[in-house]
Every structure is written in C-alpha cells, then in structure tokens.
C-alpha cells in the first residue's frame, strides 16, 4: 500500500531525492486547467456510465420482465450512483486546494518506467504519470518535474 503523498514527499525532500522548484505563471495556469479539465470529463464520464446502466437495467426490465436482485448488481448499482457525486467533490476539492495554495512543485529523477507510470527516486511506491505529455520520451536517468495538488501528484 502507498504512504500518504504529502508524507512520502516529505520524506523524499528530506532525504534530497526530489527539490522544490519555482515555476511561472502560464505553465502554473495550463497545469491547473489540465486538472479542473480532468476532474471535469470524469464526471461527464461517470454521468455516462450512469445512464448507460439505467438504460440497461430499464431494457431488461421492460422487454425481458427481468429484474436482476443479486447483492452484486444492488452493489454494481450504488456503486455507479455514487460515482458522479464523488466526481462533483474532486472538482470542487481541487479548485479550493489550487485556490488556498495548496500545491507545490518539485523535480526529481526518473528511476524507472513501468506498465502502470514512472516511478520517482525518493518516490518509489507511486506511480507517476504525465498530466502533459513530454515533447520527447523520457527514459532512466532523466529529471522530470512533479505538481503536488491537494492529495495528486503527477509529472509534467
């Protein structure tokens, strides 16, 4: 299981595995927009999601005078309920984070890549990923700077 981030880059900072670094204005503002535009396509995306199962669950319902009762699907159910609503939290949990300040920039160096990101030296047991892509491919050695929002860190 993964520390807690904030924890983990602490520790990391003071172990001199990763530095905080300064970055402008505009590269601040693409990130944070990169964010909020995440954050918005998975609600649009978990609404989706929602609407197809109604859908599915009203076809069998209405044609096949199926009703599924299983403790899974009630579970599958909720599950999709309340998916939107905590898409809705992240968005405005993010916006209050990048609106008190509470991100910081940092660059350390890629140790390695794997199926599921990168992982960071000091930062081992996360899997990083890009929020923007990088003009060239990044490979073992290199240094990468990292975005902390909120309780999110990613590569850019």
Known sequence: MARDIKWAIKEAEEGGA?????????????????ANKTN?????????LL????GIVAL?????????????????????????????????S???????GDY??????????TDKGYKIKGLEDQDLN?????????KQGDTVKLIRIADEVDLF
């Open 94 to 100: 993010m916006r209050k984070a990048m609106k008190k």
């Open 130 to 138: 890009f929020s923007i892509k990088p003009e060239n491919e990044v």
């Open 51 to 54: 609407v197809v199962a109604i």
């Open 18 to 34: 990763i530095r905080k670094v300064e970055v402008e204005d505009e590269t601040k503002k693409k990130l944070f927009s990169k």
């Open 104 to 113: 910081d920039f940092y660059m350390g160096e890629i140790v390695t890549k």
């Open 40 to 48: 918005v396509m998975m609600f649009f995306g978990s609404i989706i």
């Open 60 to 92: 069998l319902v209405t044609f096949l005078h199926f009703i599924i009762y299983s403790i899974k699907m009630v579970i599958v159910y909720i599950l999709l309920l309340i998916f939107p609503i905590y898409a809705i939290y992240r968005i405005f």
